[in-house]
Nanobody, 125 residues
Framework: QVQLVESGGGLVQAGGSLSVSCAASGFSLDDYVIGWFRQAPGPEREGISCISIDGTFNVADSVKGRFTISRDNAMNTVYLQMRDLKPEDTGRYYC???????????????????WGQGTQVTVSS
């Protein structure tokens, strides 16, 4: 089955760290751009970070300096390492993929065509 599966979410205190993973099954991530998004209660899905096929990446200003995206194609997995977490980082974190697009990766939800089910991250104050 072709799917993205997020894992690693949980409950953490403010100031703590957490790492979430996005594993692909049924296909190889080698030629896919991956984005991370989060959704707090409400309709908006916020773009957090993305990583291109060549490993270049973009990071939203809201998490710059605290979140790091990386990919391990041998493990068919993309990671999002989060540190100095804040209560406003709370939300359901989703990864998404798009096949071999031109140019830089984007943290725009509409750019992606495959989504995982998400993993919940809760930061307590």
């Amino acid at each position: 089955q072709v799917q993205l599966v997020e894992s690693g979410g949980g409950l953490v205190q403010a100031g703590g760290s957490l790492s979430v993973s996005c594993a692909a099954s049924g296909f190889s991530l080698d030629d896919y751009v991956i984005g991370w998004f989060r959704q707090a209660p409400g309709p908006e899905r916020e773009g957090i970070s993305c990583i291109s096929i060549d490993g270049t990446f973009n990071v939203a200003d809201s998490v710059k300096g605290r979140f790091t995206i990386s990919r391990d194609n041998a493990m068919n997995t993309v990671y999002l390492q989060m540190r100095d977490l804040k209560p406003e980082d709370t939300g359901r974190y989703y990864c998404a993929s798009v096949y071999d697009p031109p140019g830089e990766c984007k943290t725009t939800a509409g750019w992606y065509d495959k989504w995982g089910q998400g993993t919940q991250v809760t930061v307590s104050s």
